[in-house]
């Protein structure tokens, strides 16, 4: 389950990012222990974890926001404490938080970027207009964005980490507070950027990792506790396939036979529910079948990178 | 040259609250007017135009202090700042940035209550008005590092708790309404030692025509605060943002 990133595929060449026994402490408080992380070039790369997990302090540091207690981490190849100007130069970071200039228009939010990354003027127009678009604010663009809402507000602020057009792009949970046709939008942006840049990307909401990452690293008290693609770290979960059942006519016997094939068994409501690691969907049906069972419907549920993270993380998340 | 960008958001940031700016030009003129007008009944030599203007001007420049703490501050409790230090940006640009813009409204207040004071009857030569600037615009340097050190280490609601505290000090130590020499005293040697009185005073004399030379003691005072002030408002601005 806790692969480790191997080392013989990862040379520096190819990393865009690689953490070095990353740590941060607050006092006493150890809020990242020890990271080593790999990144590839062109990967995007998941950060998932409960609340408090240390992901933010994670992005903070390799943003050159935070210095690290112990260890070091290479972007691009440059050193986080020697040559945090020059990373500064090739990344780009959508805080936690909006962060945005609320007298200033869209618009001019977007350009005010271009200008401090010191981009061409006509580029700078270009990439503003064309991240206005993503933003989907129609008439709106002239509005000082104090009075935008807060889900607008925060589009802006991730369309903000966009005009750099940066090498490494670090999203802290950029979907937060978006309804779900700006989710979809920025889903499709996030995934237009895929394998051009290198992209860090922090959630709450599993499904989107699980959509748009390449790997995941799951964090919880400052460590790494799995690390993986999404699909292998589904297929080593010891969580379970369930399928329910509907039906009217099924008798106390065959509940019973069924409890003697698998031990998690559940019937209410003329719906039995059975999970298990693997189920055999096959001899289910059948047995019901030979049973004169009437099948009124069948619903089945893999296990979700939801179902990994909380047995990975404890149902009690940190606490 | 990549500060001109935040420079021009934060001038922006700034000018479109038309209602502080309003404030911060007509309120200076309104007790300009207000004090001139007791002075006509009272017949109160510092409750003359001239001697009320220089220190009218430099109470109004009270509201640069409460803007660049202001904006600071918001933008360092949002993400803003945060996002900005992620930027190319060095330390020059943010001090720049949070700075130049502040000169126009200086400018512009300085214009203002000169433009009244004459109107009420102040008598200056342009020579002494130009010369005044010597200490005026120190003034204002002054009270932008106060600004940038109290939006460095202060949030938006202690600012304002902390901004009325700060406009009142500033007219009774500043001597603006009252003869400091008359009330004498403790109360003398605080506003002594605080830059304001020296501002007013020095720029007193120049437009009445003293010269230079006779205000020296007071423009060191000035300029020893504002450089003070002002490395003072950068370091905490470093101290706040520095990676740690
Ligand atoms: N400046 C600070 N001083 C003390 N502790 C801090 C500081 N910043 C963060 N922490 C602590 O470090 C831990 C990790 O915080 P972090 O913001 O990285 O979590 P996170 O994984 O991003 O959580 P969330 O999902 O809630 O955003 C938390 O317990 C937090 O309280
Ligand atoms: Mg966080």
Sequence with gaps: MNKVFNKENGDEEHNAIQTINLSKRYGDFVAVDGINLEIKKGELFSILGPNGAGKTTTIKILSCLLLPTEGTAKIMGYDIKENPQLIKEIIDVSPQETAIAGHLNAWENLVLMGGIYGLEKKETEKRARELLDLLDLPGREKEQVRKYSGGMKRRLSIAMAMMSDPQVLFLDEPTLGLDPQARKAMWEKIEGLKGKKTIVLTTHYLEEADALADRIAILKAGKIIAIDTPDELKNNSKSMQSIAIKTKNISDDVVKGIKEMYSDVVFKANKIEIKARKLNVDKIVDYLRSNEVNIEGISMKEPSLDDVFLELTGEGGNQ | MRFVSLASRNF???????????????????????????????????????MLTPGVTIFSFAFLIMFSAVLLSKDRQSAFLLRLLTTPLKPVDFILAYFVPYIPFALLQILVCFAVGILLGAAYSVLNVVLSLVVILPMALVCIGIGMILGSLLS???????????????????????????????????SYALPFAHGVDAARNILAGTGLGNVATHLYWVYGYAVILFVLGILSFRYKTASN
Excluded: C
């Design chain 2, 12 to 50: 922006k940031e700034l000018y479109r609250e038309p209602v502080s700016i309003l404030l911060g030009l007509l309120m200076p003129a309104g007790l300009l007017v207000l004090f001139a007008l007791i002075g006509k009944n009272v017949h109160l030599d510092i409750f003359t135009p001239d």
């Design chain 2, 156 to 190: 938006e609601g202690q600012i304002s708790a902390i901004g009325s505290m700060l406009i009142t000090a500033i007219s009774i130590f500043g001597g603006i309404w009252m003869d400091l020499q008359m009330v004498g005293g403790i109360f003398e040697e605080i």
